[in-house]
């Protein structure tokens, strides 16, 4: 990572309860949550305004990219779902 972000006291404290949440480290969530997000704004207007193009294909924000995560996702699940909301007998953990 180029540097590290500084966060407020309100955005730590809610990013620290959705860690809780998820049963996870902040690092980790915060990284959960960079990976959903992609899919709630608009990629037209992240790309527009984006000042770095040295690595779309790997961007989140590529729709490509999207569209085979949510592939890999679907068949994740159909592998280890017994449709029950369990996993391999264990209980799923709630991580978008």
């Not at 949440?21 to 960079?34: D, G, K, N, R, Y």
């Not at 990629?43 to 592939?71: G, H, P, T, W, Y």
Request: aromatic share 4%; proline share 4%.
């Amino acid at each position: 990572m180029a540097y590290t972000p500084q966060l407020s006291k309100e955005a730590s404290s809610t990013l620290r309860r959705i860690a809780w949440a998820m049963h996870a480290p902040m690092t980790s969530t915060l990284e959960s949550i960079m990976t959903v997000m992609p899919r709630y704004m608009k990629r037209e207007q992240v790309c527009k305004a984006c000042r770095d193009r040295s690595n779309c294909m790997e961007c989140a924000f590529n729709e490509e990219r999207i569209l085979m995560n949510d592939r890999k996702g679907e068949e994740a699940h159909h592998v280890t779902s017994n449709h029950t909301g369990k996993s391999n007998g264990e209980s799923r953990q709630n991580v978008p």
